[in-house]
């Protein structure tokens, strides 16, 4: 078992190391030009992020409202928000809000 200021240390180092591999790259990266490979993954990403959410959230789809109509729901806000306007992270952050409202409340 560990004593609160282990617990409390553990926190902070594991943060520090979160914020320094969330950093990196841009520091690594500062003053150089566009990288192909970097133009490439920065365009397709988006694409990539938005399947992987898709295929989470019809992962255990049953035919049960419960769980079909929350990933109906945040699907659509999430397409509905990026046809609006046309940006990621408001269409990311909206339906995945949109989707756990939806699923706590038919829970």
């Known amino acids: 078992m560990l004593t609160n200021s282990q617990l ?11 914020f320094a591999c969330r950093i990196a790259p841009f520091v690594l ?13 920065g365009d397709a990403m988006p694409l990539g992020v938005m399947i992987v959410l898709v295929a989470y959230t019809l992962d255990g789809v049953t035919t049960s ?6 990933a109906v729901v945040g699907i659509g806000t999430t ?3 990026h046809l609006w306007r046309h940006a ?9 809000a949109v989707y756990v409202a939806a699923s706590l409340l038919m829970a």
Not at 65 to 70: G, I, K, Q, V
């Open 79 to 81: 397409a509905g928000l």
């Open 8 to 18: 409390a240390l553990t926190v902070v180092v594991v943060a520090a190391i979160t």
């Open 88 to 96: 990621m992270g408001l269409s990311l952050v909206g339906g995945t």
């Open 29 to 41: 990266l500062r003053g150089r030009g566009r990288v192909p490979l970097l133009t490439f993954l």
């Open 65 to 70: 409202p419960a769980t079909w109509l929350p």
